[in-house]
């Protein structure tokens, strides 16, 4: 199995709801995003998948994260959602899953990691069934 991680980042304000604690203020951070995917097979240059391709479907998606109030994007203003790290990485996840399928589909996504700081981050993935 061949593994590849590609790292991005954006900016974003958020807070969340229903929480007792500084974080229920509006706060912004810059949050780093790694990706994680693997598979099988190599194209006939042997490549998984060239990361600058990976890199723009990432970053299209982070795209319309970037330098925005989370709170009112329709994925964490509906049903209580909070954009948490959790959240926020199952988003990118699902987002980037529904790209690769139509794209790569001998691609697996691994995981998404979303760091709100250089200390704190959240996984979704790797666990499917």
Known sequence: MYQLTIKAHFDAAHHLRDYQGKCAQIHGHSWQVEVMVAGRELD???????????????????????????NELPAFN??????????IARYIYE????????????????????????NASATYGGCEG
């Open 78 to 87: 509906q049903d209580g959602v909070n954009p948490t790290a959790e959240n």
């Open 44 to 70: 006939k240059i042997g490549m998984l998948i060239d990361f600058g391709i990976l890199k723009k479907h990432v970053n299209d998606i982070i795209g319309g994260l970037d330098h925005r109030y989370l």
């Open 95 to 118: 987002k980037l899953s529904h790209q690769l399928l139509n794209h790569q589909p001998a691609i697996v996504i691994e995981g998404v990691r979303v760091w709100e700081s250089p």
